[in-house]
C-alpha cells in the first residue's frame, strides 16, 4: 500500500535527493512550498504542493493531515542575526509539531533533520555521544538543538519522532563545499594552522536514504554520517584528484580567520563566513558516537568519500559550476 509523506524544505540541497528517494521506493508525496519556489522537480515526480511556508498553520494541518510520517528539512543555515535563525528554526519547528498534533488522522512519524551543529564539536578528540551535554558554537547550532528539544515535546505527546544530526553534506547540487572546489580548480587549498581538523562527511544519496529509513527505524536521536574519521586533508586530496590540480596548501593562522569572520560579520556576512563559521572552522574535530548507524545505513553502503568527491565535481562540471 502507497505511503503518503509531507515534506518541508523538498526544493533544497537535501529536500530534491529526498524527492527522489521516496519516489523510488513508492511513496506519495506533498510539500510545503512558498510561491517564489522553484517547483521543477516537484511536478517532474508528481509531488501534491501545499502553498504556504513554516508560519502557515492551516497549510501545515492540511499537509500533514492523513500522511503517514512528516520529514521536516526546511531550517535556516544563514542569517544576519539571531531572530531569523529562532524564527525558523525554532518557532518553525514549534509550529510543524503543532501542526502533526493537531492533524486528522495524525501522522505516525515525524522525522527531523538536525546537525551536527547542535551537539557542537568533539571534546578531547573524543566523537560526541548522543546523551552526551550538547555544546554548540553558533546561533545555528544553538537553534537546532533548540528545535530538537521541541521535537522532543511532540514524542513526550505521542508522536514517533526520530532526529538525524547530520555532519557536512555533499554531493550534486550543493554549494556549501562549491566554493573550496573553485579555489583547488585553482591551486589553492586554505586550511586553519595548526592540528589538522578531523570530520565526519556525508554524501547527501546517503543521508536521503537515512531519512527515509527514519520512517520505520526505532524513535530516537542518530548522528548520521559515512563510518569514517576524516583529516581535512584527506578532504583536499580527494577534491585535487577529481579536478585534477595539486593545489598549493595555504595555512591560516586562528588569530587571522578569527579576525576575518569579525570583518564579514560587520559587513552583513550571512553564513558563508562570518564570526561564528570562523570558531566552526577553528574547532579540532567534528565527531559523534554512530550507535544505532546501521538501522539507517546499513553497514557497507555508505559512499566513501572519494567515489563521493568525484560525483559531485562530474556533477558541478556538468552543470558549469566549476
Avoid at 101 to 126: K, M, N, T, W
Wanted: proline share 7%.
Amino acid at each position: 500500500m502507497s505511503r503518503t509523506a509531507l515534506i518541508t524544505g523538498a526544493t533544497g540541497f537535501v529536500g530534491g535527493h529526498l524527492v527522489r528517494r521516496l519516489a523510488a521506493d513508492g511513496w506519495r508525496m506533498r510539500a510545503l512550498v512558498r510561491g517564489s519556489s522553484d517547483t521543477r522537480l516537484l511536478q517532474e515526480y508528481g509531488v501534491e504542493r501545499v502553498r504556504g511556508d513554516l508560519h502557515s498553520a492551516d497549510a501545515l494541518r492540511e499537509g500533514a493531515s492523513g500522511a503517514d510520517t512528516v520529514f521536516h528539512l526546511a531550517a535556516v543555515t544563514a542569517a544576519r542575526g539571531e531572530e531569523a535563525y529562532r524564527r525558523a528554526n525554532v518557532d518553525g519547528t514549534r509550529a510543524v509539531v503543532d501542526a502533526v498534533l493537531a492533524a486528522h488522522p495524525r501522522p505516525r512519524r515525524l522525522v527531523y533533520l538536525s546537525s551536527y551543529a547542535a551537539c557542537g564539536p568533539a571534546r578531547h578528540g573524543r566523537p560526541r555521544r548522543a546523551d552526551e551535554t550538547p555544546e554548540p558554537v553558533s546561533t545555528y547550532g544553538r537553534t537546532k538543538l533548540q528545535g530538537e528539544a521541541v521535537v522532543n515535546e511532540a514524542a513526550a505527546r505521542g508522536v514517533q519522532a526520530a532526529i538525524l544530526r547530520a555532519p557536512p553534506v555533499y554531493g550534486p547540487g550543493d554549494r556549501a563545499l562549491l566554493p573550496y572546489f573553485k579555489l583547488v580548480k585553482r591551486r589553492l587549498a586554505p586550511a586553519p594552522a595548526g592540528p589538522e581538523l578531523r570530520t565526519h562527511m556525508l554524501y547527501v544519496e546517503d543521508l536521503a536514504a537515512a531519512l527515509a529509513r527514519a520512517a520505520d527505524a526505532p524513535a530516537g536521536t542518530y548522528a548520521v554520517a559515512e563510518p569514517v574519521e576524516h583529516p581535512w586533508g584527506d578532504v583536499v586530496r580527494h577534491i585535487s584528484h577529481a579536478m585534477g590540480t595539486r593545489p598549493v596548501r595555504v595555512p591560516l593562522p586562528p588569530a587571522g580567520v578569527r579576525a576575518a569572520g569579525a570583518v564579514a560579520g560587520w559587513f552583513g556576512g550571512v553564513g558563508v563566513f562570518n564570526r561564528e563559521k570562523a570558531e566552526e572552522m577553528l574547532a579540532p574535530a567534528w565527531l559523534c558516537d554512530l550507535g544505532g548507524l546501521e538501522s539507517l545505513i546499513p553497514p557497507g553502503t555508505a559512499t566513501p568519500l572519494a567515489e563521493g568527491i568525484q560525483r559531485t565535481a562530474q556533477w558541478y562540471r556538468e552543470q558549469d559550476w566549476v
